[in-house]
């Protein structure tokens, strides 16, 4: 089985940074895209970054410029560095990952359990 565990969230003024942290563990023999969701209340599921497996990220438009992802290919990690946060940042983070536990199967999609950020003065 695979696990992928979420850390970091909490809550943070406006302006201010958190890094959110995701480790994946269990049966593992790759992992492609790495990312990043969020789910505000009331709110459907959004990308928010994704990480190929080389390092190229990919961001959502209202994110540009203030978080940054990051990946560690041998530790199975991945980080969301937020800054300048915003009252719209609020939401529950997940990370997500496509992981091969076998080099002869195809990938399959992985969810954290989520990790609440709110951004609240």
């Known amino acids: ?32 895209t790495m990312g990043w969701y969020r789910q505000a209340p009331g709110k459907e599921r959004e990308l928010v970054a994704a990480i190929t497996r080389g390092g190229a990220p990919n961001y959502a438009d209202s994110v540009k410029g203030r978080f940054t992802i990051s990946r560690d290919n041998a530790k199975n990690t991945v980080a969301l560095q937020m800054n300048s946060l915003k009252p719209e ?12 536990s076998r080099s002869y199967l195809q ?8 990790t609440l950020v709110t951004v609240s003065s």
Do not use: H, M
Request: glycine residues 18%; aromatic residues 10%; neutral net charge.
């Open 1 to 32: 089985q695979v696990q992928l565990v979420e850390s970091g969230g909490g809550l943070v003024q406006p302006g201010g940074s958190l890094r959110l942290s995701c480790a994946a563990s269990g049966s593992i023999f790759n992992i492609n």
């Open 89 to 100: 940042d609020t939401a529950v983070y997940y990370c997500n990952a496509d992981i091969k």
């Open 107 to 114: 990938g399959i999609n992985y969810w954290g359990k989520g």
